[in-house]
């Protein structure tokens, strides 16, 4: 038996026109799935191929992709990417999210749906399997998400990907949240989603993803299970806490983004994850296949907030009350906008008193507050890590292909939790290579679709066995790797395309304060360089042909 294409891969995507209500589906090439695996990595290629477009308008492509890892029992694989051109950024964007969607997405027999056009009216796209349909959404058109889900939920099972009010009205802050406690966050997807009136997509499959060799894969399986739960950092961190763990740890660093990263001191103790967890019972949530189970919810049923709204809406806002950051959360969920903007945006616009939090957020939610948080990169607005103290980090904000962005490198993991390894944050020196080796890494990640937590405690060659396994197509660590890069240099090619360049690659002004402004310049030279790009960050014609890109 030998890889074909049809092993871990459905080889199907639906397209949905929405202005003609058109629906096909495309059988894409085994070279495309192969080169660019899925989630991200798909997504990218398909909008980089579109061309140039405006984000909001119907010619922009809105891309939901699994992997070929998704609906198969790969530990901690039950996430979802979308890809689009962002209206908060103009770069190329992908967000990521937990929850069934991607699950589904796959039982249902499709790698990705690729939305374009724009409806008429505001519509839903109804999935299962292969019966498509497009109905009429005017019943829930102005409803926020909670609502959404609870009407939907009434009509049919499945997962559901909706958008709230701030999608509606287009904000570049706008999420897509997916069964009621997950959300596809940041760039405005929502608003992409928005502009073209689709206000849902519920999607049931029942179908079944074919294994190459289904004794490799359990062998794999278990081994990358046990390493999972071998991991102090996901065993009695994660699993315990969730990312709120993470409160006390950036507090003790010293980056913890105080008064809009003015700094100063901020007694974060009533904001820990232990208090949170006392104060807070709650239950955990784990997406599908996943064995961490990070996300918390009271077990009446509310959300809890994750380390970056803490941080966005507690220290960013001199505010050290968590039953106001847990009310902003929820507000900011309902109506569908990011927590880390909003928190940028409250910062920028200033408050007197915490209470005015909530309040402020609704406005937000309501198109009545329409600011740009004034510290970000690219246009978006920065996650609640300090980069003067975690400089890697800060230098993955700066050269971030999305904007100011943790998630891209995640140096979070080697910086502050020194995983894999410990590395120094407080220098620049050998930190072109790292963010170098770690944006690759997590183009790759996201492609396949896996949690980046679960590389706390696995390496790329634990699942780039499972992919073998799953798909069989021999792919080694560095086979992985080469999927990254070549994924984060169509991403820059789509940038510079956009008019985005080495101008762009920076941090605020006042972040200089705390490392050498010339110290930046050099370390940008030597990124440039290790990347195969010119002194103006353009990839060279090498470059390309190496990661057959031309």
């Known amino acids: 038996m030998k890889p074909d294409g049809n092993f871990?891969?459905?080889?199907?995507?639906?397209?949905?026109?929405?202005?003609?209500?058109?629906?096909?589906?495309i059988s894409p090439p085994y070279e495309l799935l192969r080169c660019y695996l899925g989630g991200r990595g798909l997504g990218v290629r398909l909008v980089y191929d579109n061309g140039r477009v405006a984000p909001l308008s119907p010619d922009n492509l809105l891309v939901f992709a699994a992997g070929?890892?998704?609906?198969?029992?790969t530990p901690a694989s039950g996430r979802a990417s979308v890809v689009t051109r962002s209206p908060a950024t103009g770069t190329i964007f992908d967000a990521n999210a937990g929850g069934k969607f991607g699950y589904e997405l796959k039982r249902a027999g499709f790698d990705?749906?690729?939305?374009?056009?724009?409806?008429?009216?505001?519509?839903?796209?109804?999935?299962?399997?292969?019966?498509?349909?497009?109905?009429?959404?005017?019943?829930?058109?102005?409803c926020n998400l909670k609502e959404t889900i609870r009407i939907m939920r009434q009509q049919g099972t499945g997962s559901i990907a909706a958008i709230g009010r701030a999608g509606e009205r287009l904000l570049s802050i706008a999420s897509i949240g997916v069964d009621g406690s997950h959300y596809f966050a940041r760039g405005g997807v929502g608003a992409v989603m928005g502009s073209k009136k689709l206000k849902a997509i519920r999607i049931k499959g029942n179908g079944r993803i074919s294994i190459f060799d289904e004794d490799a894969f359990s062998h794999h399986r278990r081994t990358i299970q046990r390493m999972l739960v071998a991991s102090p950092t996901i065993?009695?961190?994660?699993?315990?806490?969730?990312?709120?763990?993470?409160?006390?740890i950036a507090e003790w660093m010293g980056i913890l983004p105080v008064d809009n990263f003015r700094g100063g001191k901020f007694d974060a103790r009533p904001l820990y994850g232990s208090r949170l967890r006392s104060e807070h019972p709650s239950k955990r949530r784990a997406c599908p296949s996943c064995p961490i189970g990070c996300k918390r919810e009271e077990r009446g049923g509310g959300e809890l907030p994750e380390y970056e709204t803490i941080a966005m809406f507690g220290p960013n806002l001199l505010n050290d009350d968590l039953d106001l950051i847990i009310e902003a959360n929820r507000i900011c969920?309902?109506?569908?906008?990011?927590?880390?903007?909003?928190?940028?945006?409250?910062?920028?616009?200033?408050?007197?008193?915490?209470?005015?939090?909530?309040?402020?957020?609704?406005?937000?939610?309501?198109?009545?507050?329409?600011?740009?948080?004034?510290v970000g990169v690219k246009g978006l607005e920065l996650p609640g890590y300090d980069p003067r103290r975690v400089m890697g980090l800060g230098f993955s904000y700066a050269t971030s292909n999305r904007g100011g962005c943790h998630t891209r490198a995640y140096m979070v993991a080697p910086e502050i939790l020194k995983k894999p390894k410990a590395i120094d944050p407080l220098t620049l020196s050998g930190k072109a290579g790292y963010v170098k080796v770690f944006q690759d890494r997590f183009?790759?990640?996201?492609?396949?679709?896996?949690?980046?937590?679960?590389?706390?405690?696995?390496?790329?060659?634990?699942?780039?066995?499972?992919?073998?396994?799953?798909?069989?197509?021999?792919?080694?660590?560095?086979d992985l790797m080469m999927v990254g890069e070549r994924i984060w240099n169509l991403e820059r090619l789509y940038n510079i395309r956009e008019g985005f360049g080495r101008a762009d690659d920076t941090l605020p002004v006042h972040f200089f304060d705390g490392f050498s402004r010339d110290a930046f310049e050099r370390t940008l030279d030597e990124y440039y360089a290790i990347r195969g790009w010119d002194e103006n960050g353009v990839p060279k014609e090498e470059t390309l042909m190496r990661l057959g890109l031309k």
């Open 8 to 25: 871990g891969w459905c080889r199907k995507i639906l397209e949905v026109d929405l202005s003609d209500e058109s629906i096909k589906e």
């Open 68 to 73: 070929p890892l998704t609906g198969t029992p």
């Open 112 to 142: 990705a749906i690729v939305l374009k056009g724009r409806a008429d009216r505001p519509v839903i796209l109804e999935i299962e399997d292969d019966e498509v349909e497009i109905r009429n959404g005017d019943d829930l058109w102005g």
């Open 235 to 248: 065993d009695k961190g994660l699993k315990v806490f969730g990312t709120p763990v993470l409160v006390k």
């Open 333 to 374: 969920n309902d109506y569908g906008i990011d927590t880390i903007s909003s928190g940028s945006i409250i910062a920028t616009h200033g408050i007197s008193d915490p209470c005015e939090i909530p309040g402020l957020v609704e406005e937000i939610g309501e198109g009545k507050i329409r600011l740009k948080g004034e």
């Open 443 to 478: 183009a790759a990640v996201d492609s396949l679709v896996v949690c980046k937590f679960a590389f706390f405690g696995v390496s790329e060659e634990e699942y780039a066995n499972i992919f073998t396994a799953v798909t069989g197509v021999e792919f080694r660590s560095e």
